[in-house]
């Protein structure tokens, strides 16, 4: 209980500015707990097992050592001070027998002078060692994670030796371990320039946007069904990867990044679960190229899964939520390795040979970054290169260092958009109009010009510049959509980029729309049908029911536009007494319809730590 008045004391001291950001640095944790009212519950919160669980794994070798080094000496200290168990009571119940033995004695409760601190880690003497530690300790006050007292002295969570019993840290580092890279192979090899780390970094987002947009469009057009046990099947996997034009692993990691980022939601149906997009992925569309990746790489940082990694034994799949809560602080990890390799000091593994394991001497400089998240985990070595070659994938690693965009993600995850903006080219709004019957666009398509060419004409080839080819059977498609031959030909010469189209295209869409329409479908929601030929007539002639559109065409039979539910009660409001009327003939029991409605995807709101910073000392200061 001190040592949560010391934190919230602490925490009182802060400009909302500043408790704003260490909400900001913590939402991930402070999100699965219920919204603080007041500061001592944020205290708590921070304070609590599973919240600390969570944030030791995002501490460096520095200010690891010091909490624990903090942590170890608070602990001696209760227990020395702490009075003997009392001897029970004649006749106790277990309950009271059991509150006897607790002495509290393996919790840090005691405060602990930083002199101590600095000399249980070697760092009493000026220089970078005690300049690290100084710095370790200020972090720790600033995230929380330790409180000073009044009288300068560091105040630790009661429950932090538990969680760092088992960890043995070894002496205190001051600084990461040099990671050498492998030498280049022998040979002429020519070292790669900051413009080949950019290109390398604009053509991997290029592709990454250009498959993630085809993958979304798929599940527009056909959403995917999830297993009863959770998950794609693998030929839905297998079918979404083919429209994407990815591997399955890399589809199983867009499919992940597009749930966490709110680009797709899983939505209960009467078949089952399905998963497809939402309003979000309209206004997603709307951004330029660039900034469509933002929300994306930022879900690639705090997903707690490595989409493309899948254990022995077990069937790969997509759209399962993760519970690897070690993967974001390993990704950190590995991207803070490689982001103190200058470029062209080595040379680099390509993604696709990395399998046996990352380069030697890599997870030693990670583990210094993130000491419980790297080695301290099974499987490290393989879950490093799955990690790895999600990174190069996403354009944030090339030639074995980070590319700008890497740089930008490892300092803000949620401040990716200025990085982005310059990197992909806009969207073209205009495309070139071939006599072969074909449309190229040299770059991406915008949305509506997309749109336009996907209705008259197939896509037929992707990358650099995109093909659609048009055909007899794609200007029908467009005509069926209600356009005329003249509306189509003058929207298709607003997207030309010469203004003109080429004849072979008129002529095919006007001898197209020729032949277009020469058989009619008669559109119905509904017939009604009867023996009685008068009851018939009636029907066709009575006022109540013109809504329903009734034409015949036969005389038993009228067809209403209308659905069957509206026409039922239209034809009771009027005084009739329709039965339903089953596909196989026999009559149709009629039940209430059951309605559901889907949750829209919750939105980020970049301005709720500023004001529940405000709103929190505003509380604690009436109080």
């Known amino acids: 209980m001190e040592g ?14 500043q408790l704003a950001a260490l909400l900001t640095r913590h939402a ?30 995002h501490l460096d070798q520095p200010r690891l050592q010091v909490l624990a080094a903090a942590a170890r000496i608070s602990q001696e200290r209760t227990g020395r001070a702490a009075p003997a168990p009392a001897a029970p009571a004649p006749g106790a119940d277990y309950q ?162 597009a749930l966490a980022a709110g680009l797709i939601a899983l939505t209960r149906t009467p078949q089952g679960i399905t998963a497809l997009p939402t309003s979000a992925y309209d206004d997603w569309l709307a951004r330029p190229p660039g900034e469509r990746l933002a929300p994306v790489l930022a879900a690639w940082s705090a997903l707690w899964d490595i989409p493309t990694h899948t254990a022995f034994g077990e069937t790969p799949t997509a759209l399962v939520r993760g519970h690897d809560r070690h993967a974001p602080a390993l990704r950190h990890a590995l991207l803070a390795a490689l982001a103190d390799v200058p470029l062209g000091a080595g040379f680099a593994l390509p993604p696709e040979a990395a399998d046996d394991g990352p380069p030697r001497g890599l997870l030693a400089a990670a583990d ?20 790895l070659q999600e990174a190069a994938f996403l354009g944030l690693v090339a030639h074995g260092t980070l590319t700008p965009l890497g740089r930008a993600l490892l300092a803000d995850p949620w401040s990716l958009d200025a990085p982005l903006r310059d990197l992909l080219p806009p969207l073209l709004e205009q495309a070139h109009f071939q006599a072969d019957l074909t449309a190229v666009v040299p770059g991406r398509p915008a949305a509506a010009l997309a749109g336009l060419l996907a209705a008259a004409a197939d896509r037929e080839s992707e990358g650099h510049a995109v093909t659609w080819r048009f055909s007899p059977a794609s200007v029908r498609r467009a005509l069926d959509t209600g ?97 339903l009327e089953s596909d196989t003939g026999g009559t149709t029991v009629e039940r209430l319809p059951a309605h559901r409605s889907t949750a829209p995807a919750p ?15 505003a509380a604690d200061a009436d109080a």
């Open 28 to 57: 991930e944790p402070l999100a699965r707990r219920p919204a603080p009212t007041r500061l001592r519950g944020l205290a708590s919160a921070l304070w609590s097992y599973e919240t600390l669980h969570e944030l030791v794994l």
């Open 96 to 257: 009271s027998l059991m509150a006897h033995r607790l002495s509290f004695a393996h919790l840090a409760g005691e405060p602990v002078p930083p002199e101590d601190v600095y000399d249980a880690l070697g760092t009493t003497m000026p220089g970078p060692g005690r300049t690290a530690a100084e710095a370790a300790l200020c972090s720790l006050f600033e995230d929380g994670l330790a409180a000073p007292a009044e009288d300068g002295a560091v105040v630790v969570p009661p429950r932090t030796p538990q969680l760092l019993a088992a960890t043995a840290l070894g002496p205190f580092a001051a600084h990461a371990p040099r990671y050498d890279p492998p030498p280049a192979p022998e040979g002429p090899v020519r070292p790669p320039t900051a413009q080949a780390l950019a290109d390398e970094s604009r053509a991997a987002a290029a592709t990454l946007a250009a498959a993630l947009e085809r993958l979304l469009a798929s599940l527009a057009a056909q959403p995917a069904a999830l297993r009863k046990a959770g998950g794609l099947t693998i030929r839905e996997i297998k079918r979404l990867a083919k429209a994407a034009g990815a591997t399955e692993p890399h589809t199983r990691l867009l499919l992940d990044l």
């Open 603 to 617: 939105a980020r709101d970049p301005g709720a730590p500023l004001a529940l910073a405000r709103r929190l000392l």
């Open 368 to 387: 210094w970054h993130r000491p419980l998240a790297v080695t301290a985990q099974p499987m490290a070595e393989e879950r490093a290169a799955r990690t």
């Open 483 to 579: 356009r005329s031959a003249d509306t189509l030909l003058d929207d298709l010469a607003v997207a030309s980029a010469t203004g003109t189209l080429p004849q072979p295209l008129g002529y095919l869409i006007r001898d197209t729309a020729r032949s277009h329409g020469r058989m009619r479908v008669l559109p119905a929601a509904c017939c009604i049908r009867s023996d009685d030929e008068a009851l018939v007539r009636e029907l066709a002639a009575h006022r109540a029911l013109r809504d329903l559109g009734l034409r015949a065409i036969a005389p038993t039979v009228l067809v209403s536009g209308l659905p069957p539910a509206a026409t039922l009660a239209a034809l009771r409001a009027a005084g009739y007494a329709p039965a």
């Open 4 to 17: 949560l008045d010391t934190l919230t004391r602490s925490l009182a001291r802060r400009t909302p500015q």
